[in-house]
């Protein structure tokens, strides 16, 4: 059975920074593209992140990009994104997400809040 477990959330100000993990288990994880996806309130599932199953290569949502960094360690069955620069419209549930590069379909965890206030 396929399981994503995000944690790291929180409530930071403008302009902080946050790590999200998420560790997996049930599945190739080796061997899996890996995704960070997330859910602001009454909107829809965005893509934020993604990396192969390697680890060599990120790929950004343009909103994002130059602020957030995805890494993928296979030793240790964890894919992180560090978050800097935050602002408020990062705010949302994220999530991380095993399926094809930039899709947001796929399983993912139960998320990790992150809220963006002054």
């Known amino acids: 059975e396929v399981q994503l477990v995000e944690s790291g959330g929180g409530n930071v100000h403008p302009g902080g920074s946050l790590r999200l993990s998420c560790v997996a288990s049930?599945?190739?994880?080796?061997?899996?593209?890996m995704n960070w996806i997330r859910q602001a309130p009454g909107k829809a599932l965005r893509w934020v992140a993604g990396?192969?199953?390697?680890?060599?290569?990120?790929y950004y949502s343009d909103s994002v990009k130059g602020r957030f960094t995805i890494s993928k360690d296979n030793a240790k069955n964890t894919v992180y994104l560090q978050m800097d620069n935050l602002r408020p419209d990062d705010t949302a549930v994220y999530y991380c997400?095993?399926?094809?590069?930039?899709?947001?379909?796929?399983?993912r965890g139960q998320g990790t809040q992150v809220s963006v206030s002054s």
């Open positions: 997400s095993k399926g094809d590069l930039a899709s947001v379909m796929g399983h």
């Open positions: 990396v192969t199953s390697d680890g060599y290569n990120q």
């Open positions: 049930g599945f190739n994880f080796r061997g899996s593209v």
